[in-house]
């Protein structure tokens, strides 16, 4: 999701405004992924038989910030299914991360770009596919140092107060939608059922905003129901501010 700030405030009432306004979103986006994928999946009850083999899980998000540039993220993991007595589970190691971002959010992107992020593993699968169990990251407290930490640098560079008050804002956002749908794994990611769903909603904003988002899926599955691609795209408007958001996953077998 996105959040427009007003600049006339100061930068941590800014900052509170910001995540005030990305925790409603996340419960809109919340809700809709579990009616998009939720329903469709509720139809397909088809039980799949993943063999244990390795696979290269790759993911591309993109968060629109305002001027029209984008911050994108790629992450690879080197995957793997491995049956443990009667349980099912995707297990799973970073390879890779590709970061790109304007200049002013350099600090951030370092820290990002270091990051190692254990993405949807491990994941216990059930009979349909469906992760039915997974150990959540935490990552909203590192987050948000990692936020402070950049700041910090910003001002250390002699950036000018609105070259740090726009890197705060942006900074802020992305903190705020961590949590988020697109921080949300597809409970059907591995296994995901074929086709596309949409809906769009109205946002119920403090200060008198008016605010919409709209959320599209789209997923293609191979002969034996594995993911082959599954793609997110959100478009959330704040105001006069509109954010589009994406996120592509792709499974090729080793």
């Known amino acids: 999701g996105s959040a427009h700030c007003n600049a006339g405030r100061s930068g941590g009432s800014q ?7 990305g925790a409603l979103e996340i419960l809109a986006l919340g809700g809709l992924w579990a009616g998009l994928g939720g329903a469709a999946r509720a139809l397909d009850t088809q039980p799949v038989s993943p063999q244990p083999g390795a696979f290269l899980l790759r993911r591309e998000l993109e968060r629109g910030l305002k001027g029209g ?19 099912l589970w995707a297990r799973g190691e970073q390879v890779s991360c590709i970061v790109e971002a304007p200049a002013i959010l350099e600090p951030v992107v370092a820290i990002e770009r270091a990051r190692v992020s254990p993405g949807p593993f491990p994941a216990q699968l059930d009979t349909l596919g469906r992760i039915v169990g997974r150990e959540p990251a935490a990552r909203g407290s590192s ?7 950049a700041l910090a640098m910003l001002t250390a560079a002699g ?14 956002r992305i903190v705020a939608s961590s949590a988020s749908l697109l921080e949300t794994v597809p409970p059907d990611l591995f296994y995901p059922t074929p086709g596309k ?17 709209f959320v599209s899926v789209e997923a293609t ?25 994406r996120e592509c996953w792709t499974l090729e077998p080793a």
């Not at 900052?15 to 306004?21: P, T």
């Not at 599955?221 to 589009?244: H, S």
């Open 15 to 21: 900052f509170m405004a910001c995540s005030r306004r």
């Open 143 to 149: 987050a948000r140092e990692a936020v402070r930490t």
């Open 221 to 245: 599955a191979r002969t034996n129901g594995m993911l082959e691609c599954l793609e997110r795209k959100i478009v959330t408007q704040i105001g006069e501010d509109i954010r589009p958001s």
């Open 69 to 87: 540039e984008t911050l994108r993220v790629i992450r690879e993991w080197d995957g793997r299914f491995e049956r443990e007595h009667d349980k």
């Open 197 to 213: 769903a949409h809906d769009r909603r109205q946002l119920d904003l403090p200060g008198g905003l008016e605010g919409e988002v």
């Open 159 to 172: 950036k000018s107060g609105e070259q740090i008050a726009e890197a705060r804002r942006d900074l802020a």
